[in-house]
């Protein structure tokens, strides 16, 4: 007799329920590594947008390999995000950062470099809230406010080519991580179920609902109800540049 087929899935239910899942991983065993790291780790950074790749450059400067694995298709930069019309005659537009500023030190030292390289310049027309109806109210700023001045995108790539060349880092992409899962004392990933390596350790540096999902599977109840108790304040607005 051919074996009964499993009960189907009503239609219109989602595959994955993040609340499940993370109910389901508080019953799980915290996941503890006895062996320590070793000397020479390799490190997988999920997420190539400017934490994951902020983060590879700084593991690069410390002799670190990392594997940075990113979904982007068209690149990396996460929502350092640029679309381009006529490869850029006729528009470059920037649909997610479209300015940055720099309060800290060693960032505002990478900003002098890419505008040396004019990769950035400074933005002196004003930001503000364009609202219904035509009102624009200016947003002043007594700090530098920097633009791409071919768009975020190449920001982002130039993050990462000095450090490529001493093969420190490798990028994969794109390629969506869907599953973390402790072996052996060391973290394998996978796209799907296709394995995607194993690393002593994972940096996930990719927005808080895609991270909790990635946890809650991963052995880390600890980590995963922390995460989903961090409250984060949106500010829900629109900035435009003139
Ligand atoms: C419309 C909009 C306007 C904005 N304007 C400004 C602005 O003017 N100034 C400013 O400073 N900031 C602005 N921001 C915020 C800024 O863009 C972000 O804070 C910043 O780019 C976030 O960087 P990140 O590296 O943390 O995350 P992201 O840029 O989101 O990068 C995360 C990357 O990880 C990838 N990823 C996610 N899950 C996985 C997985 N499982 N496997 C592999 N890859 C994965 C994502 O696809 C993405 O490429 C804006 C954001 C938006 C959306």
């Given at each position: 007799?051919?074996p009964?087929?499993?009960?189907?899935?009503?239609?219109g239910?989602p595959?994955?329920?993040?609340q499940s899942?993370?109910k389901?991983?508080?019953?799980?065993?915290?996941?503890?590594?006895?062996?320590?790291v070793?000397a020479d780790?390799?490190?997988a950074?999920?997420?190539?947008?400017?934490s994951?790749?902020?983060c590879?450059?700084?593991?690069?400067?410390?002799?670190?390999?990392?594997v940075?694995?990113?979904?982007g298709?068209?690149?990396?930069g996460g929502r350092?995000?640029t679309r381009m019309?006529?490869?850029g005659r006729?528009?470059?537009?920037?649909h997610?950062?479209?300015f940055?500023t720099a309060?800290?030190?060693r960032?505002?030292?990478?900003v002098?470099?890419?505008?040396?390289?004019g990769?950035?310049?400074e933005?002196?027309?004003s930001i503000?809230e364009?609202?219904a109806?035509g009102?624009?109210?200016a947003?002043?700023?007594?700090?530098?406010r920097?633009?791409?001045?071919?768009?975020?995108r190449?920001l982002?790539?130039?993050?990462?080519?000095?450090?490529y060349?001493?093969d420190?880092?490798k990028?994969?992409?794109?390629?969506?991580?869907s599953?973390?899962?402790?072996?052996?004392?060391l973290?394998?990933l996978?796209?799907?179920?296709?394995?995607?390596?194993?690393y002593?350790a994972?940096?996930?540096?990719?927005?808080g609902?895609?991270?909790n999902?990635?946890?809650?599977?991963s052995?880390?109840p600890?980590?995963?109800?922390?995460?989903?108790e961090?409250?984060?304040?949106?500010?829900?607005?629109t900035?435009?540049?003139?």
């Open positions: 007799r051919p009964k087929a499993p009960p189907r899935r009503p239609r239910k595959r994955f329920s993040r899942a993370i389901k991983s508080f019953q799980q065993e915290q996941v503890v590594f006895s062996t320590p070793p780790p390799t490190v950074i999920i997420g190539g947008g400017a994951g790749l902020a590879a450059s700084a593991l690069a400067a410390r002799g670190v390999r990392a940075v694995f990113d979904t298709m068209h690149g990396l350092m995000a019309v006529d490869d006729r528009l470059v537009f920037d997610a950062a479209q940055f309060s800290d030190q960032f505002q030292k990478l002098d470099e890419w505008v040396d390289k990769l950035a310049r933005w002196r027309g503000g364009l609202e109806g009102h624009f109210t947003i002043p700023s007594s700090t530098p920097y633009i791409g001045v071919r768009g975020m190449p982002a790539d130039a993050m990462l080519p000095e450090v060349q001493n420190l880092i990028v994969v992409r794109p390629s969506w991580i599953k973390l899962e402790p072996f052996n004392g973290w394998r996978f796209e799907s179920e296709k394995p995607q390596g194993q002593d994972v940096v996930i540096a990719h927005n609902k895609c991270a999902r990635l946890l809650s599977t052995g880390l600890q980590l995963t109800r922390q995460m989903k961090t409250r984060v304040e949106f500010y829900l607005g900035t435009c540049g003139i």
